[in-house]
C-alpha cells in the first residue's frame, strides 16, 4: 500500500520514500506530509508502527498533514461494499489507533476521514482492487493540499 501510494505522489511531481517502520527510527524525518500505515491487527495498529510513531519529532510534524492508512479483513469480495471504506471512520482498525496515538501527540490528521484498504483473508492477499484505491485516494488528498 506504501509503495501505491508513494508512485503516485511521485506521479504527481512530489518527492517520496517508502520507510519500514522496522529498519528506521523517525526522529530526523523531515518532509511536507507523511502517510503512516500498518495492517490491523487485533483491532489496532502492529506494535511495530507504534515505536516510530512515538519517535516522530512533533516539533518539527506540527500543523503538517498526517495521514492514517491501514489495511483490513477479511473483506467483502464486493467491489462496491469495498469502496465504502472511507467512510469506516472508528471502530477497531489500525489507522484509527495511529490516529488517536498521533493526536495524543500532538500531530495533525488530514483528512478526517482515514485511507482503508481491503485484504479478502485474514493474512491477505489484497483485495484487487485495493491499490488503484489507493492510488485514488493520494490523488484526493494531493487534490485537497494543493487547494488549502
Not at 108 to 130: E, I, R, Y
Amino acid at each position: 500500500m506504501a509503495e501505491a501510494i508513494a508512485g503516485e505522489l511521485k506521479a504527481g511531481g512530489f518527492e517520496a520514500a517508502v520507510l519500514d517502520v522496522k529498519e528506521r527510527a523517525p526522529g530526523d524525518l523531515t518532509g511536507d506530509v507523511l502517510f503512516i500505515g500498518s495492517p490491523t491487527r487485533g483491532g489496532k495498529m502492529t506494535g511495530s508502527t507504534m515505536e516510530p510513531l512515538e519517535g516522530l519529532n512533533v516539533e518539527y510534524w506540527k500543523g503538517k498533514d498526517v495521514i492514517a492508512f491501514d489495511t483490513l479483513g477479511p473483506l467483502s469480495k464486493d467491489m462496491e461494499r469495498r469502496r465504502q471504506l472511507g467512510s469506516i471512520d472508528a471502530g477497531k482498525n489500525a489507522a484509527t489507533t495511529i490516529r488517536k496515538a498521533g493526536e495524543e501527540r500532538g500531530l495533525s490528521f488530514h483528512p478526517p476521514q482515514l485511507l482503508h484498504f481491503a485484504v479478502v483473508g485474514m493474512w491477505g492477499p489484497l483485495a484487487p482492487d485495493a491499490l488503484e484505491l489507493a492510488r485514488e485516494g493520494t490523488r484526493r488528498i494531493v487534490g485537497e493540499l494543493r487547494r488549502a
